[in-house]
């Protein structure tokens, strides 16, 4: 069965009975309509056999089995896995320029932080305005941006609620196909709401109201608190952030989502510092 699904999607099958392949197979009744497999050797293997039945595809079959695949690899203590491949330069030729990021943050999604900034250096390197922040590969190519959104998502549990607003606005931001600047701008400022509720220990308090107790306790310039309350102020009158959208409400951009990301995260670390 293994075989003809192989041989329909063009794939080497002649050699399985003699090189040991571990398969992953998915089936839809009795028919087998995906499957995936590596040759193992020692710490190193071969990815191989991956294949999709046509009526099949687009459903996430495929992904859902290379995870499973990866997650056997280190359970089996493969370091290093190698694929072969003539197809894969036409399909990357071919692709839209966000399914090429998609792609490479896809590959380095499971990547420590070093090799991360390895691939900034080279994004950096050729003049694009992508670089890679907390994993995922966004528009933001300032270091010092970088810097302030990842000290925030990488407070400790405490602050939990204040990481999952952050990372929704990186994500809505980072949607290289389908951007939600609007959404993204709220869960930024959803982020300072989260962090001043934690400090003063009312849930029910607004920003406002908790920034006031702030400024008192721990001393901020009232400037500073007087700046993001405007910037609270700004999320609810203008292009129905925190409100339904209205006609004639001005269009958000990505300069004012990145800035609100960017700003509400040193604004939140500023805060931590001071409790």
């Not at 990547?111 to 933001?140: M, P, T, W």
């Not at 990372?167 to 609007?182: I, N, V």
């Not at 959404?183 to 849930?203: G, L, M, Q, R």
């Amino acid at each position: 069965m293994i075989s003809n699904l192989l041989k329909e999607n063009k794939l080497p099958y002649e050699d399985l009975l003699s090189s040991q392949v571990l398969f992953i197979t998915r089936k839809s009744g009795e028919k087998l309509i995906a499957c995936i497999g590596i040759e193992k050797y020692g710490s190193e293997a071969l990815l191989r056999s991956f294949a999709v039945d046509d009526s099949f595809k687009n459903k996430g079959i495929g992904a859902e089995l290379l995870h499973e695949l990866l997650t056997k690899c280190e359970e089996e203590g493969v370091k290093t896995l190698h694929l072969l491949t003539t197809t894969a330069a036409e399909y990357f030729y071919k692709t839209e320029w966000y399914e090429k990021l998609n792609l490479v943050e896809f590959c380095f999604e499971d990547e420590g932080k070093q090799l991360h900034e390895v691939c900034n250096d080279f994004l950096k390197r050729e003049f694009s305005a992508y670089r890679f922040v907390d994993g995922i590969i966004v528009e933001v190519n300032s270091k010092e941006e970088i810097i302030e959104i990842e000290e925030a998502l990488n407070q400790s549990d405490k602050f939990k609620p204040v990481k999952t607003h952050l990372s929704t606005a990186l994500r809505l931001l980072a949607d290289k196909k389908s951007p939600d600047y609007r959404n993204s701008i709220k869960e930024s400022i959803s982020a300072v709401e989260s962090i001043s509720k934690i400090i003063v220990a009312d849930n029910s308090t607004t920003l406002g109201q908790a920034l006031k107790e702030i400024e008192k306790r721990h001393k901020i310039p009232k400037s500073l608190k007087s700046a993001f309350s405007t910037l609270y102020g700004y999320t609810s009158d203008v292009g129905g952030i925190r409100h339904a959208l209205l006609d004639g409400d001005d269009e958000v951009k990505l300069e004012e989502a990145k800035f609100m990301l960017v700003a509400c995260s040193a604004f939140i670390n500023y805060l931590i510092t001071k409790i």
